[in-house]
């Protein structure tokens, strides 16, 4: 099996050793995104909510690039610096996934300053 890179304008390209998600036969790893504008590789929002909502957005464009979608997402990673956020983060990502969720896991880190949460996703398509 042939591993594919996927890219795409519509999320953020980041200075680092990474691709924005890699396929290799039905699976699909979409690397952490982070809450910024495709456009401007600035942060979008200052709470965690407007940060959620802006790094699904992300993921769902890499998601997209590889003609997939949320409801191919199996398992979603949400990493947040601060705990306390666990709520309003939630809110806010069951707004954006919608039901049935993926199986999640939620994790405490540090992120560079001003950023709250980044999300990575695994993905099975349909061959």
């Excluded at 806010?92 to 560079?112: D, K, N, S």
Aim: avoid cysteine; proline fraction near 8%; aromatic fraction near 2%.
């Amino acid at each position: 099996m042939t591993r594919i890179m996927i890219t795409t304008d519509n999320a953020p390209r980041l200075p680092a050793p990474l691709s924005q998600g890699v396929r290799k036969g039905p699976i699909l790893q979409v690397s952490g995104q982070l809450p910024l504008a495709p456009e401007t590789g600035e942060v979008v929002g200052t709470t965690v909510a407007e940060q959620t909502t802006q790094t699904l957005r992300n993921v769902t464009a890499v998601l997209e690039a590889a003609g997939a979608g949320l409801k191919d997402v199996v398992m979603l990673r949400v990493y947040l610096t601060d705990a306390a956020h666990l709520a309003e983060m939630s809110e806010a990502y069951a707004a954006v996934v919608g039901e049935p969720f993926p199986a999640r896991t939620t994790v405490h880190t540090q992120l560079p300053p001003g950023l709250l949460v980044e999300v990575d996703a695994l993905a099975v398509l349909d061959d």
